[in-house]
């Protein structure tokens, strides 16, 4: 499967985790003062850490989430309980440090970054926002492509770049966010057409329809797929088609980042839907993935069914802006604290045979 050269090359830079590494790590982990395998996911978890850095003995430093932000057409045809608008306040709420995200990141100690990849308004007069805009919003999927491939190559590179000044600046652990009213529906559209899910299995309520707004919001992501079938032949394509852009921005943040083999939190429904398309873009991508929450959303339950993944937290969440990622930093990294303070038996003196 060919692809754009710029997406060409940074796939080709991602390499598998090796396997040797984790079962390295598992020695150890084997070795400290406690039943074998007793602490169950967080030695798991604490594993895949380890073997993502390629560091014996890894410190989780710095921490970063990344919150892309874009617009959404598709909210003309009322699948959204909120209006558009919501996404320019709710930006600026973040920059005022007011938000879900704010509260929960500074818990997590890990800085925000706010990235404007497709919002509807301006944003040059607003400082603290990263200004990386590739279109003014993705076009109604419902009526046509939510934008075209090369506009959705664009956005999935201000991701990689977002990455990149990430790993520059010393970040370890990063993970992903998003707000855009309305993008539970294109993220539905993606997860029906990437898993071949019947759309009346993956849609939900999103910020809270009513059974009434559900059954206009299916209708709509059936015809979007119905509309943009033809486009939709590969993983970018169907991005391209019935996707956003800060959906793209994800997958480009969970593809730059593997790239630089750093461990990706990927927060909840619209980001795992990011995800997705670059664990398909590049299988590899899923090594260094850990997938922060189950959604409320029916879908992201079939999507961890199919692909075999199990999310960290299961809390009812369905707020996103990276909300479920900055609460599941923080058990990475307790996970990684016990694997690198607890004592061994040896240095406890402690016979585990005896």
């Known amino acids: 499967m060919m692809y754009p050269s710029e997406l060409e090359s940074l796939i080709g830079n991602i390499s598998p985790v090796p396997v040797e590494l984790r079962y390295k790590a598992y020695e150890r982990l084997d070795s400290l003062t406690k039943p ?56 600026k709420n973040f920059l005022r440090g007011g938000a879900a995200i704010n509260v929960l990141a500074r818990r997590a100690g890990a800085d925000i970054e706010v990235i404007d990849v497709g919002m509807f308004e301006d944003t040059d007069a607003l400082a603290g926002v990263v200004k990386a805009k590739v279109k003014h919003g993705a076009d109604n999927i419902a009526r046509g492509p939510a934008m075209s491939v090369e506009e959705a190559v664009s956005a999935i590179m201000v991701g990689v770049e977002r990455a990149r000044i990430a790993w520059e600046q010393g970040v370890c652990l990063i993970g992903t ?5 309305g993008n539970t529906t294109p993220s539905s559209a993606i997860y029906s057409a990437i898993l071949g899910i019947p759309p009346v299995l993956v849609v939900g309520p999103g ?21 943009n079938k033809a486009r939709m032949n590969t993983p970018l394509e169907i991005l391209a088609a019935v996707g956003g852009l800060e959906i793209a921005g994800i997958c480009g943040l969970c593809l730059g980042a593997s790239a630089k083999k750093m461990a990706v939190v990927v927060d909840g429904f619209i980001s795992g839907a990011g ?31 199919k692909e075999g993944i199990q999310p960290l937290l299961d809390l ?31 240095e406890a003196g402690i016979n585990p045979g005896a």
């Open 36 to 91: 074998r395998s007793s602490l169950g996911f967080l030695e798991e978890i604490a594993a895949r850490y380890v073997a993502i850095t390629r560091e014996e003995r890894p410190r989780i430093k710095g921490k970063r989430i990344c919150v892309f932000v874009g617009d959404h057409m598709v909210v003309d045809e009322g699948v959204s309980a909120y209006p558009q608008e919501v996404t320019f306040l709710m930006v």
């Open 177 to 181: 966010g998003d707000m855009g009213i």
């Open 207 to 227: 910020t809270g329809l009513d059974a009434d707004g559900i059954k206009r919001k299916l209708n709509v992501v059936k015809k979007a797929l119905e509309v």
């Open 275 to 305: 995800a997705l398309v670059a664990m398909r873009l590049c299988p590899a991508v899923r090594d260094y993935l850990f997938f922060a929450h189950r959604s409320s959303e029916p879908g992201h339950n079939l999507f961890f069914q």
């Open 316 to 346: 009812n969440l369905r707020l996103g802006e990276g909300t479920g990622s900055a609460i599941a930093m923080q058990i990475i990294e307790d996970a990684v604290a016990i694997y690198n303070e607890m004592a061994t038996f040896e």
